[in-house]
């Protein structure tokens, strides 16, 4: 079965204190794994796709990598606008276009 | 330029009431998708349509439920005779059509209340 398990599912960080929030994945033929930032009270907010293991992704304090089985979203000096929930998810080779798996998030707290 | 508009935001309904979730997508975009949120759940993908099909609805319960993108007008899910499990955040995303793994964009969503 295609499933999503993210970790851990809330992270308390100081201003500045660098982390990583893990993704890790089964699914058959993986078409592209997808993260997405959610505000409370709003949609998800998309950040990244990644294709192939291997592959790296930046943007501002934000980079995704991916292997085989996971993937990682590394939060670099975070800043306390950076708090948020954290959604990872997969589209499989079986499912539709859209049809996307999603984990369960992980909620992230920067603390001034 | 507008993205994903979803109309209502907040609806209560009484138990047996039908709901009815608007969604517009973003402007050059032909696909929609509908997803559900329970609390303490995540995103679980429901059905995808494009103008006047619909290309999977293997998420969609098999009864009450039921979803249209007509020729003109917003998408619609809609939910007949709910029930209190029905509560829930529903968000609609959408992208532009043509094959591959285009990310998907969200709207705010509307969040159900069955009273």
């Known amino acids: 079965e295609d499933q999503v398990t993210q970790s851990p599912e809330a992270l308390r960080l100081q201003e500045g204190e660098s982390s990583s929030l893990n993704c890790s994945y089964t699914v058959s033929g993986l078409r592209g794994l997808f993260w997405y930032r959610q505000d409370p009270g709003k949609g998800p907010e998309f950040l990244f796709t990644l294709y192939s293991a291997g592959e790296e992704k930046e943007k501002e304090r934000l980079k995704a990598t991916l292997t085989k089985k996971e993937s990682f979203l590394h939060i670099t000096a975070p800043k306390p606008e950076d708090s948020a929930t954290y959604l990872c998810a997969v589209q499989a080779g079986g499912g539709s276009q859209g049809n996307l798996i999603f984990g369960k998030g992980t909620k992230l707290s920067v603390k001034p | 330029n507008a993205g994903v508009m979803q109309n209502p935001r907040h609806l209560v309904r009484r138990r047996g009431q039908e709901a009815r979730l608007r969604c517009s997508p973003m402007?050059?975009?032909?696909?929609v998708y509908w997803y559900r949120q329970l609390p303490e759940e995540g995103l679980k993908f429901m059905v995808y349509?494009?103008?006047?099909?619909?290309?999977?609805e293997s998420g969609m319960p098999k009864e009450r439920f039921s979803a249209e993108f007509p020729k003109e007008g917003p998408s619609i899910l809609r939910i007949q005779q709910v029930v209190r499990g029905d509560s829930a955040a529903y968000f609609c995303?959408?992208?532009?059509?043509?094959?591959?793994?285009?990310?998907?964009?969200f709207g705010n969503g509307t969040r159900l209340t069955v009273t």
């Open positions: 995303a959408s992208s532009p059509g043509g094959q591959g793994s285009s990310p998907l964009h």
């Open positions: 349509l494009q103008k006047e099909n619909i290309i999977d």
């Open positions: 402007k050059g975009h032909s696909h």
